[in-house]
């Protein structure tokens, strides 16, 4: 694969934009093409978000794109990116699942390996100077082409509102689907793990999201009243078959992503401290990831060892942050990759679930292989002799003798 050398910089002879088909990318292809007077390649990734991408081929050769790319990732992005990430159990400020996050770099690496196709000296991306994607993707290139030219137009021109990009996509026949009267449309972005909505009343923190904008899930309170059962089997920290019945990465959380949605299981009303270091408040839905997240905690409950299981949770934090502020290519995150995925090696075995109006109830687990847990020790009956109960007290002055040292200073003074 052709390296761009630094002598390709200055001159942009062709630009990869990651191409949604969406308001703010439709403008940015049609304002590339005008403000840089250079030929566009646009780069589709399907991964997940639930509508057909066939739309923006068809807007891209209206707006006369040569070069289409439209890929099917879906596979990908939950097999290497995903799974992954949810073997650290990873959830940025104990809430949010990184549903965006992590779709950045699997989209920057495939437009930095088009750009190597191509011959285009610079990539390009939708995201806006005050929010989170633009580093996150900018971080990825630099990481995959360190001499790559980057064009961020949200950084450059003067559309610096939706209402804006509106007039902007009817002054140049840019067609623009949601478009609602009265206001744009959310902000929204979707992959195979979530969606996200920003903007409109989003932005008033005080205000309850309208029903009406969720479009995964129902509401807890128009769940079913039965309850569903549910086993996921793991093999090394990664779920391979739901009932058992054998599927893929992408296949296992679109699933999880039906049956959690029909059970109002899911949703999130956060309000997050981004990167570039204002607060923002988004919701999310992100109904295979919260299944999948507990029944995990589950499995690694009786296979982890329980100081294993401590530093991950010490590290998970920090692991998470890495993801959110872009740093997945990074040597710091690989590193902990490693250290994450060989604790995986003996988390294998099943766990039950109950689906019930917005929440998911382990009810069960069990691994045949590689349990931890000893009946005989663990019995409140008598364990004929597995566990020496008189042991503890020995166990417990030690731990105490500190704080004995302690208290006796404190009483003689």
């Known amino acids: 694969m052709k390296k761009i050398s630094k002598a390709d910089v200055p001159e942009i002879n062709k630009v990869v934009l990651a191409f949604s088909g969406g308001l703010d990318t439709s403008v940015i292809l049609k304002w590339l093409q005008d403000t840089y007077q250079c030929e566009v390649v646009t780069f589709t990734a399907d991964i997940g978000q639930g509508e057909e991408v066939e739309p923006a081929r068809a807007k891209a050769r209206q707006l006369g794109v040569k070069e289409i790319y439209i890929e099917d990732l879906r596979e990908e992005f939950v097999r290497d990116f995903v799974f992954p990430m949810f073997r650290a159990n990873a959830v940025y400020e104990g809430e949010y699942l990184l549903g965006t996050s992590i779709a950045r770099p699997l989209i920057a690496k495939r437009q930095i390996e088009i750009a190597h196709e191509t011959g285009a000296s610079a990539v390009s991306h939708g995201a806006t100077g005050k929010g989170n994607d ?22 450059e021109w003067d559309l610096t509102s939706r209402e804006k990009l509106l007039n902007y996509a009817e002054q140049h026949g840019i067609p623009v689907e949601m478009k609602k009267k009265g206001g744009s449309p959310y902000s929204m972005d979707a992959n195979l793990l979530h ?9 008033d923190p005080a205000q309850e999201p309208e029903e009406s904008m969720w479009r995964w899930s129902v509401s807890p309170e128009r769940a079913s009243d039965e309850a569903e059962y549910l086993d996921l089997e793991f093999r090394q920290g990664d779920i391979v078959a739901l009932n058992g ?6 296949t296992v959380l679109a699933r999880l992503n039906q049956l959690g949605g029909k059970h109002g299981i899911g949703r999130l ?5 981004r990167y570039v270091g204002m607060k923002s408040r988004g919701c999310y839905e992100t109904p295979g990831g919260t299944i999948m997240l507990r029944a995990r905690r589950a499995i690694e409950s009786i296979t982890l060892d329980r100081e294993v299981a401590h530093l991950k949770d010490e590290l998970m934090p920090r692991y998470a942050e890495l993801i959110y502020n872009g740093y997945w290519w990074s040597p710091e995150r690989k590193m902990m990759q490693t250290m994450i995925d060989a604790s995986q090696a003996h988390v294998n075995g099943w766990v039950r679930v109950k689906l019930y109006k917005g929440n998911v109830i382990v009810v069960g687990r069990d691994s045949r292989t590689d349990s931890l847990f000893d009946p005989h020790i663990a019995t409140f009956e008598d364990d004929q002799g597995a566990y020496n109960q008189a042991d503890a007290a020995g166990f417990i002055k030690l731990n105490a003798l500190r704080m004995r040292i302690a208290a006796n200073l404190e009483n003689s003074r």
């Open 134 to 155: 633009q580093v996150r993707f900018e971080l990825g290139y630099y990481a995959l082409e360190p001499n790559i030219r980057v064009i961020a137009p949200w950084r």
């Open 195 to 203: 969606i996200s909505y920003e903007g409109r009343m989003l932005e």
């Open 245 to 250: 019945e054998d599927l893929s990465p992408a």
């Open 269 to 273: 009303d956060l309000v997050e401290n």
